[in-house]
């Protein structure tokens, strides 16, 4: 059977759906799916475009990009020998890349820009994220990407994944396929890894640190009272006492103010002071260093945040701590100096702080942006 260059698109999809079945053992698109991947590309000016499998999408993106491109392996199934003799095919618009899509799009150097891409190779774990990962930087603003066989756990990761990504939309599934446009979103650098930016790691699983959630509404004193105690009995750290006795608790504070208490430190260990505003989650060294404690009394000047921070609750924590935390933060200030840059630090474990006191207050709100 030998089909006219000047057919009908409609017509040449027909011929198509009859032969399916015929080109790959392994399966191929139902009708239903076919006519809407037909309809998709319908409407799209393609002049570069790629697929990973063979078959009656071959066919297909052959009467409709100028330059397609098939990532493959035959294996016995047929999808490329039977595509590569059918009369269906415009042969001079496709190019086979045929062996293990793990193999071949790793080498492959891509120098257009796709309109379309068709994920259909292997669906073992990782694979299909593997193809993706190729494909993905190479899709202009607009492409259409078509991820097939969703109903696999493996495809469907990558589909869960993309429905979220701002780098697509999704645009709808036809039974266990799945049609994207690319957006005009920055595109993901592949050689990086800002995971914190993609949508789909935007919440953590709770299964795993749901424990840590709730931590988060408590004192950090609640928080490290027993593990304190517990950790540093069995380190046999030598014992410290450490007190905030100004300002009270839930006291009302100015933009500045000083911090005042009592400390009982043994040699060779560093008094700290270090504050945040509650809902932060990192702590900033107060003064100019570690806190001189005379006859058992210190005192340090304390900042609480900026002008935006008026009304807001204060968290203030005296630490004493060994020469290994005292050398990273007496390292910090030197860097604040250096920089004019103030990145908050975290707290050392419970179990090498020596002794620790908390106290909450509250910066009066009139001191905050006007």
Same mark, same amino acid.
């Given at each position: 059977m030998q089909i006219a260059v000047d057919a009908s698109f409609d017509r040449i999809c027909r011929h198509i759906v009859e032969v399916a079945p015929s080109l790959?053992?392994?399966? *191929? #698109?139902?009708a239903r799916t076919f006519e809407a991947i037909a309809n998709s590309v319908d409407k799209l000016q393609i002049h570069n475009s790629v697929e990973t499998g063979s078959g009656a999408s071959t066919l297909l993106f052959s009467h409709r990009?100028?330059?397609? *491109?098939? +990532?493959?392996?035959?294996?016995?199934? @047929?999808?490329?020998?039977? %595509?590569?003799?059918?009369?269906?095919?415009?042969?001079?618009?496709?190019? +086979?890349?045929?062996?293990?899509?793990?193999v071949t799009l790793p080498r492959h150097s891509f120098t257009e820009k796709l309109q379309l891409a068709l994920i259909d190779g292997p669906h073992g774990y990782p694979f299909p994220d593997l193809e993706y990962y190729y494909l993905y930087p190479q899709l202009d603003t607009g492409a259409l990407l078509i991820i097939d066989d969703i109903h696999i756990p493996t495809v469907h990761n990558l589909f869960q #994944?993309?429905?979220?990504?701002?780098? +697509?939309?999704?645009?709808?599934?036809?039974?266990? *396929?799945? #049609? #994207?446009m690319r957006t005009?979103?920055? *595109?993901?650098?592949? +050689? @990086?890894?800002? &995971?914190?930016?993609?949508?789909?790691?935007?919440?953590?699983?709770?299964?795993?640190? &749901?424990?840590?959630? !709730?931590?988060?509404?408590?004192?950090?004193s609640m928080r490290r009272g027993g593990a304190h105690m517990k950790r540093r009995v069995s380190r046999g750290f030598s014992e410290a006492t450490v007190a !905030?006795?100004?300002?009270?608790?839930g006291a009302t504070v100015t933009s500045v103010g000083r911090l005042e208490g009592s400390a009982d430190i043994p040699a060779d260990s560093f008094l700290w002071v270090l504050a945040r505003r509650k809902d932060f989650d990192g702590w900033w060294p107060q003064g100019t260093g570690a806190v001189a404690v005379d006859r058992n009394r210190w005192s340090v000047? %304390?900042?609480?945040? @900026?002008?935006?921070?008026? @009304?807001y609750d204060f968290e203030l924590a005296a630490l004493v701590v060994r020469q290994s935390t005292h050398e990273l933060w007496t390292d910090w200030v030197a860097q604040v100096r250096e920089t004019g840059l103030f990145p908050p630090v975290q707290l050392p474990p419970a179990g090498f702080v020596l002794g620790e006191a908390f106290r909450t207050v509250t910066r009066d709100p009139a001191t905050g942006a006007t």
């Open positions: 790959h053992s392994a399966g *191929t #698109f139902s990009s100028e330059h397609h *491109t098939v +990532f493959a392996l035959d294996d016995g199934s @047929g999808s490329v020998s039977n %595509v590569r003799r059918s009369p269906l095919l415009r042969q001079n618009a496709v190019t +086979f890349v045929e062996g293990p899509t793990q #994944f993309l429905r979220r990504d701002a780098m +697509f939309q999704l645009k709808g599934v036809v039974e266990t *396929t799945a #049609f #994207f005009s979103a920055p *595109t993901f650098d592949p +050689f @990086g890894d800002g &995971w914190v930016r993609q949508q789909y790691n935007a919440r953590p699983l709770l299964r795993y640190t &749901w424990r840590g959630e !709730i931590k988060k509404f408590l004192p950090a !905030i006795l100004a300002p009270q608790s000047a %304390v900042t609480y945040g @900026g002008p935006q921070d008026g @009304g």
